[in-house]
């Protein structure tokens, strides 16, 4: 059978919820933190998280900010419904949804983050572009992801690998620039996720 892109990641996603916080929970926490830092919620904001995953990222939230969390896949949903029942977060709410097709009115959200989700979606300038729709103006776009290296010896590397790595659920080929300029975005800050800076978080003004 021939699944579409979204099948296929939907998929993928639906096979790692069980062993998603084992393998990629303690591997990549410091991204979360330092984009959810960059966000700056406040306890009063209402805040859009696109591809929350199991939710890895809201013990990072202040408790009463209302967070709206979305996925593809249910699986994930799951396992982050249940973490949100442990941390007896009754501000979080979830919605199983593509993200490049929000059902959401425009500016509806404070601010609106995506954390390593950017390279598993098809069109993550559609995605960019629907944050920046459900997000009031003067509100905050952030996202955090692996952007290819500047450095022609890694972003050939990361071009090589990015067929194997769709396999398995996301690329390592997505350009920074080229996203922003498509999307029609400037970056207010960019900050790097570790301490490489092979991660990085960037924050847009709507
Ligand atoms: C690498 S995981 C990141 C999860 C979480 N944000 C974290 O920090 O661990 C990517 C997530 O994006 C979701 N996803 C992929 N494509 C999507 C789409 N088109 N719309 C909504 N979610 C999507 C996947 O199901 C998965 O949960």
Not at 60 to 71: L, Q
Not at 87 to 106: I, K, Q, W, Y
Not at 111 to 134: D, T
Request: aromatic residues 10%.
């Amino acid at each position: 059978v021939h699944l579409s892109y979204t099948e296929y990641t939907e998929r993928v996603y639906n096979l790692y919820s069980a062993v998603y916080d084992f393998i990629f929970g303690p591997s990549l926490e410091s991204g979360r933190k330092v984009a959810v830092d960059l966000l700056n919620p406040r306890p009063y904001e209402r805040i859009l998280e696109v591809g929350v995953g199991t939710g890895l990222s809201i013990p990072y939230f202040p408790r009463g900010t209302a967070v709206v969390g979305v996925d593809l896949s249910k699986k994930m949903l799951e396992v982050c419904e249940r973490k949100l029942e442990k941390l007896g977060r009754s501000d979080v709410e979830l919605h199983a949804m593509d993200a490049t097709h929000l059902d959401f009115p425009e500016a509806s959200f404070d601010g609106a983050i995506a954390l390593y989700c950017m390279s598993c979606v098809e069109k993550p300038v559609q995605v960019l572009l629907e944050m920046k729709r459900v997000v009031r103006p003067g509100g905050r776009v952030v996202f955090m992801n692996h952007f290819q290296s500047q450095n022609r010896f890694f972003a050939l590397l990361e071009k090589g690998i990015s067929p194997l790595a769709k396999r398995l659920g996301f690329r390592t080929d997505l350009e920074l620039p080229p996203l922003l300029r498509a999307a029609g975005m400037t970056a207010a800050e960019i900050r790097k996720a570790d301490p490489f800076g092979l991660y990085k978080a960037v924050k847009g003004i709507v």
